[in-house]
């Protein structure tokens, strides 16, 4: 019976270890033929590792194959050639916003990104390959809508231009801003809105795909979110969409969005949406929590106090001269007055604030060395 029981124990071992023994194989026979195919490679066939790489993506030998292609699809064309043949092929010189050489499968290229016109939505690409007499032919086209959703930002901008290898295939990735270079006529505050948008150019296919960053830029940096990354199961990701998400991811100068860094700017526009008019009847505007101007307040040195208010007043913050009150009843926060700080020497300034009596104080303004004082009720809510 003992011989029996150890007979079979044998027989199981045997049996478990066949399953393992074969995928050990079956492995090592898959590492011989990336490898016999890596070796076989010719040293300038662009196409044998750009092959490589898509059939063999865990081989051991990708991070070696992707170099020597980066390498053999490095362009000679310097920008200023690129320039000069983007010219050349009569595209004017105000509508190019971009040109640079770029090398696919041992042919030379230059890729030209052509500005929108000041009446349209839609930016023109351009792909010219090199012939073998010296001259450039055009062998793509593509009008590709501007990424776009906030329709006040008009000014377009390249920003970034690079050959990028995606999956052992040439690649184009750019990146464009959409800003604005308008100030608000009232309060000068200007629109620091601006959408980021990456781009990855396929020459093969001549499509687009492309992934928005959004938000408000501050002192360089862009403080948003990019919807598009958010969408979806990033395993059910194309190829193209995996690498401008971790492009985006990379990028330095992009931050999530901060609110209160915006809100004293936002609560200084509310004021003069609220009151077009600056005389008789004012609108307080409710400061929000994260408004820093609360914080400002609090640690205030000075202080007017009226009999059921506190009002501190705040010189040339983001162009404006501002009073800040608090209802001690209540305890809430708001703005009471805006008023812009002159560009010069010259032009009406908000000087300084004293208390009349009860719930009133006095606003003091200077214009060209004359004092001007205008009475505001915290109260009512009145100026005159």
């Known amino acids: 019976m003992k011989n029996i029981t150890s007979t079979l124990f044998s027989l199981l071992a045997i049996l478990v ?4 023994s074969s995928r050990s194989q079956e492995l090592e026979i898959s590492r011989d033929k990336d490898s016999v195919l890596f070796h076989s490679i010719a040293p300038d066939d662009a196409q044998g590792y750009s092959s490589f790489i898509r059939m063999y993506p865990s081989s051991r030998y990708q991070e070696q194959a992707n170099a020597i292609l980066k390498k053999l699809n490095t362009s000679t064309v310097t920008p200023e050639q690129a320039m000069k043949v983007a010219l050349d092929a009569g595209y004017s010189k105000g509508r190019i916003s ?5 090398k696919d499968l041992g042919k030379e290229h230059v890729f030209i990104i052509l500005s929108p016109s000041p009446d349209s939505a839609f930016l023109t690409i351009a792909l010219l390959k090199g012939e073998d007499d010296g001259s450039w032919k055009r062998v793509k086209k593509l009008v590709e809508p501007l990424y776009i959703n906030d329709s006040q930002l008009n000014t377009f901008t390249i ?3 690079e050959p990028v290898i995606v999956n052992g295939r040439q690649q184009i990735l750019f990146k464009y801003t959409n800003t604005s270079d308008s100030i608000d006529a009232r309060s000068r505050i200007p629109n620091v809105n601006c959408e980021l948008v990456f781009n990855l150019y396929s020459i093969r296919n001549n499509n687009i795909y492309n992934m928005m960053y959004s938000g ?3 002192n360089g940096t862009l403080y948003g979110k990019s919807l598009d990354a ?3 199961d990033i395993s059910l990701a194309t190829e193209q969409q995996r690498f401008l998400t971790e492009i985006i991811s990379n990028t330095r100068n992009l931050e999530p969005y901060d609110a209160a860094r915006f809100r004293n700017q936002e609560v200084i526009q509310w004021w003069y949406d609220y009151n077009p008019e600056v005389k008789g009847d004012i609108n307080f505007v409710l400061l929000p929590k994260s408004a820093k101007f609360i914080e400002m307040f609090d640690a205030a040195g000075q202080k007017v106090r009226a009999q ?3 009002a501190a007043i705040f010189d040339n913050s983001h162009n404006n001269t501002v009073i800040v009150v608090l209802n001690r009843s209540t305890k809430k926060y708001s703005i009471a007055y805006c008023q812009t700080v002159p560009n010069g020497t010259s032009g009406l300034k ?6 009349h009596e009860g719930n009133t104080i006095i606003l003091n303004f200077e214009n060209n060395g004359e004092i001007t004082k205008r009475k505001l009720n915290l109260a009512t809510k009145k100026l005159y």
């Open 17 to 20: 270890c066949i399953p393992f």
């Open 98 to 102: 971009a040109a640079i050489g770029v």
């Open 159 to 161: 920003t970034h231009l």
């Open 216 to 218: 408000k830029v501050e």
């Open 230 to 232: 958010m969408l979806g």
């Open 308 to 310: 059921l208010f506190s």
């Open 350 to 355: 908000l000087s300084g604030i004293s208390l």
